[in-house]
């Protein structure tokens, strides 16, 4: 079943602009991390936020987290044309202590 | 750097053989995983292990078979291969939890199978 569910599907923007795609889940977590994705390839893992954090930054990316809602966002900022990859949100839930649920994934497009 | 590596990139199969995808991992990580992907879809789990011999059934995993004979290599197996087991077969591994880092997965790069 699908926990997360990333929105938009598929976004398309200029080099420089900043990138935001969310990710709604149903359940209750331990964690949600954002994994990125070039065509092809397996996945890498950016970022991780857990369920008692509200922020996290790494470099240019920006992860926000509202239990409340059952929503995350990733903010990437000032975007760079290499940055044009799938991007999955995957929530570890309260009751797995291994597992991760994906979602369908957001495919940023970054025009030079 | 962990390192997680997949026996074939891309792989063609016949309807009704037996295929066998490998995966090993060189960070001595107790938790593996397959995943397969499909357009739409995202990532769903097969089946996981979080030790030697040790397997669980994750969201989909009719039509497949694991096996997990030491630590670093997690197989996964197609008894009898069919058309709508078309897809790309990603690998994952992880350490505990409750160590550091311990929730990250690390994956491979991927089996790209077709079964004609």
């Known amino acids: 079943s699908q926990q997360g569910e990333e929105d938009p599907q598929a976004l398309s923007i200029q080099e420089g602009e900043n990138a935001t795609m969310n990710c709604s889940y149903k359940?209750?977590?331990?964690?949600l991390q954002w994994y990125r994705q070039n065509s092809g390839r397996g996945l890498v893992h950016l970022i991780l936020?857990?369920?008692?954090?509200r922020e996290k930054h790494s470099g240019r990316l920006r992860v926000t987290l509202d239990t409340s809602k059952k929503s995350s966002s990733l903010l990437i900022t000032a975007s760079r044309a290499a940055d044009t990859a799938s991007y999955f949100c995957?929530?570890?839930?309260?009751?797995?202590?291994?597992?991760?649920?994906f979602g369908s994934g957001t495919q940023l497009t970054v025009l030079p | 750097d962990v390192k997680v590596t997949q026996s074939s990139r891309y792989l063609v199969k016949r309807t009704g053989e037996k295929v066998f995808l490998e995966c090993v991992q060189d960070?001595?990580?107790?938790?593996m995983f397959w995943y397969r992907q499909d357009p739409g879809l995202g990532l769903r789990l097969i089946y996981f292990?979080?030790?030697?011999?040790?397997?669980e059934k994750g969201d989909i995993p009719e039509g497949y078979s694991v096996s997990r004979e030491k630590k670093e290599r997690f197989s996964l197996i197609l008894e009898s291969a069919s058309t709508n087991q078309t897809s790309m077969y990603l690998c994952?591994?992880?350490?505990?939890?409750?160590?550091?880092?311990?929730?990250?997965?690390?994956f491979g790069p991927g089996t790209r199978l077709t079964v004609l």
């Open positions: 994952a591994s992880s350490s505990p939890p409750w160590t550091s880092g311990g929730n990250e997965q690390f």
């Open positions: 359940t209750s977590i331990n964690n």
């Open positions: 936020i857990r369920s008692n954090e």
């Open positions: 995957a929530t570890m839930t309260s009751g797995s202590a291994r597992q991760l649920t």
């Open positions: 960070m001595d990580h107790e938790n």
């Open positions: 292990s979080y030790d030697v011999k040790m397997k």
